[in-house]
Structures are given as C-alpha cells and as structure tokens.
C-alpha cells in the first residue's frame, strides 16, 4: 500500500493551512507584544527619571498607582464578579503584594533614579531574576544548576562593575546613594514574587495585580501626605506618571500575561532581557545621557548572566 495521501487527506490539509497560517501569525503577534513590554518597562525608567526631578519618591509612585488603578479596577471588576469576595488570608497576601512590590518597590526605585542615570538603574534591577531564583532555593529548597551559578555570579559582577564605575578595587568608595535604592528593587521584587506565587493559587493574576496597586497606593499615601509638594509641575512630569499608569503598569500588565497564557512563564521572562538595552538606548536619546564605556563592559555581562539564570535547557 502507497503511503501517499488520498485526496481526502490532501483536502484536509488545505482546510488546515489558513488556521495553521492564523496561529503562526498570532504567535508572532504574541512575540512582538512581549517586545513591546520590554520597551514599555524600559520606558518606565526614563519616566520616573523624569517623574522623579518633580515629585518625592512617595508622591510619584501614588500617583502613577492611582492612574494605574483608575483602569485596572473596572478591568478586575468586569472580569471577576466576586472580586471583593476574599478570606483573611487572601486579604493579607494581597497587603503584603502592595507593601512589597508596589510600596517598598517604588520608594526604592523612585528614589535611585532621582540620584543615578537611568541606564545605569536598569542594569541594577536586571538582578531581580537572579535575587528571586536565591529566594526560591532558600524558601522552597529549589536547586540551581551549576550553570545558573555562573550565570548568576557574571549578572552580580556586572552589576558590581558599574557601581564600581569601572574599578572594582575601589568599589567600596564609589557606592552611593542611588546605587544603594537601586539595589533594594531586586530584594522587595523578589518578595514580591514569592508571595505572588502564593497570591496566585487562589486570584487570577488581574484581581492579584489590582489589589495589590490599590492596597500599595494607599500605604504611599500614608506617606505621601508628609512629603514636600512642588509648586508647580512640569508638563513632562505629568506625562511621564501617565506613560508609568497607563502604559507602563496597566497596558504592559495585560500584554505581559498574554504572554505567559499563550507560551509560558519562563519563555515569556526571557524578554525581559530586553529591558536594559532598551534603556541603554532610550536614555541616550531621550534624557543625552552620556553613557561610560564601563557600563556597556556591565550591560555585557549582566545580559549574559540573566540570559544564563531564565536558560531553561540546562
């Protein structure tokens, strides 16, 4: 017997084609999204850079999360009916989200950018990766293979090179403030993410997201309420919180878990490697920032390093 097609299979393999074209082309669209999202995060550096010469680190970051929240909460409310409907224990993780990954986050990432350039912020926070995969081994007892060692000791010296600014002889003389709240994110985003692994067994990730935007914004207004106000506001501050609320929180959000539905957590945090070359070049065009050859040997190995920690062939 011939184990050519008969013409019924060849038919169904016509039908086949144009949804096999279609998914291809979803899938694309799905990819160029996720670059999308690396180039809406990137653009959250250079806005809070702007943001930041304005507003005190506690003002900026409730306002960019009571703009955030102004459109996630009616998404939350339409996609989820029982959306207030939680146990103490929801309640608390959902608290602990908002102090963690939007309260402490922001206060560190607000004021390290008030203090350094934003290419060199982003190669600071590109850790986070690597400071949650050391959470996880120590929380959950998770092993780390000996290539993700390596990848993550290259990201750490990357890192320690630019803070060095080139002389990791000196390092210790050459740290300063910015630097010191710019290394807070990885840890508070590594805490962020435990619990929101937590958060996630019984919240879809929109109702996790939002509440955790709400309750966040409102431990910053506790604060906030302290802060010195500015006199008057420059139009570039105003646009720079609503760029961070709508594109780089609620826009980014929806299109980043796009992503994670249609192919995965781990290929999805691959693009987020994309993050510090975004900055890289947004910060040189936008903000004239003038970048040292020291930070481009960093964003080397720091590029290197992550790519190596999110592998997942190893």
Known sequence: MSDRPGAGDFRLQLRGAPYLAL??????LIYLKLVGVALFWAGGFIATRIAAQTFGPFTGAFLRYLIAGSFLLPLAWRATPGLWRMDRQQWLRLCLLGFSGVFAYNYFFFNGLKRMPASHGALVVALNPAIVMLFSAWRYGERIQRMRWIGMLLALSGVAFVIARG????????????DAFMLGCPFTWAVY?????????????????????????LFLLLFAVFEEQPASVPLEAWISLAYLGVIGTV????WFYEGIQRIGASRTAIF???I????LVLSV??????????TYAGAALVLTGITMVNWKGW
């Open 285 to 294: 065009i936008i903000l004239d920032e003038q970048v040292p050859a020291y």
């Open 23 to 28: 998914a291809q082309n979803c899938l694309l």
């Open 272 to 274: 987020n490697n994309l």
């Open 167 to 178: 002389n990791l002889a000196q390092i210790l003389e050459s740290v300063e403030w910015g």
């Open 251 to 254: 826009l980014a959000f929806i």
């Open 193 to 217: 993410t435990l619990v929101g692994k937590q958060a996630l067994g019984t919240s879809t990730p929109l109702v996790a997201t939002t509440w955790a935007s709400l309750t966040g914004m």
């Open 276 to 279: 510090p070359v975004f900055t």
